[in-house]
């Protein structure tokens, strides 16, 4: 069965700004299935864009910020 977007649902999403970019935490359910934590980052090019990118290492200022986010997200789960 192909990827449908229209069965990706996002339950909670909430953002970490910083200098470089974002930081998304992310709670989505495929098709009424099980709950999923998601966390990705967005980075800023020269243009001041903001285009996806591996996430990769998280500084520590970082992960303070979002492990808020990360434990309201459980909650939803």
């Known amino acids: 069965m192909p990827y449908d977007i229209n069965l990706d649902k996002q339950v909670f999403a909430k953002s ?3 200098e470089e970019g974002k930081v ?3 709670v989505y359910s495929y098709n009424n ?3 999923k934590l998601q966390i990705t ?3 800023k090019n020269r243009d001041g ?3 996806f990118t591996r996430l990769g ?3 520590k200022e970082e992960a303070e ?4 986010f990360i434990k309201e997200a459980l909650n939803q789960m």
């Open 65 to 68: 910020g979002i492990l808020p």
């Open 24 to 26: 998304n935490v992310s």
């Open 49 to 51: 864009q903001l285009t």
């Open 41 to 43: 980052r967005e980075v």
């Open 57 to 59: 290492r998280l500084s």
């Open 16 to 18: 970490l700004d910083t």
């Open 33 to 35: 299935g099980p709950k």
